[in-house]
């Protein structure tokens, strides 16, 4: 079976940090992404990379402060989150891709996690 599941969401304190990870199993996917969704906004994208060439994008609302990183042995993508604001709040969704995917829009992003909510508090 092929699925993600995310863990590490909770309660922060703004300006501080978190680590959530996803673990893929089924499939050896060729991305991932992380996207987050507030409540009454859109989807988002807040990285992607590739488990190819380990290249990675971030959008400028969360560049120089969120960090993806991969464990190719563990099948583990693992998103650092730090100096965290209160607009960061959201469910956070890990996605994968079983071929190159368009990272911005989302699009190529096959299998989806359940999402892990990230609340920061002011």
């Known amino acids: 079976e092929v699925q993600l599941v995310e863990s590490g969401g909770g309660l922060v304190q703004a300006g501080g940090s978190l680590r959530v990870s996803c673990v893929a199993s089924?499939?050896?996917?060729?991305?991932f992404g992380w996207f987050r969704q507030a409540p009454g906004k859109e989807r988002e994208v807040v990285s992607c990379?590739?488990?190819?060439?380990?290249?990675?994008y971030y959008p400028d609302s969360v560049k120089g402060r969120f960090a993806v990183s991969k464990d190719n042995a563990k099948n583990t993508v693992y998103l650092q989150m730090n100096s965290l604001k209160p607009e960061d709040t959201a469910v956070y969704y890990c996605?994968?891709?079983?071929?190159?995917?368009?990272?911005?829009?989302?699009?190529?992003?096959?299998?989806w996690g359940r999402g892990t909510l990230i609340t920061i508090s002011s």
């Open positions: 996605a994968a891709a079983k071929g190159r995917p368009e990272c911005r829009s989302g699009v190529g992003f096959g299998v």
């Open positions: 089924g499939f050896d996917f060729f991305a």
């Open positions: 990379i590739s488990l190819r060439d380990g290249s990675t």
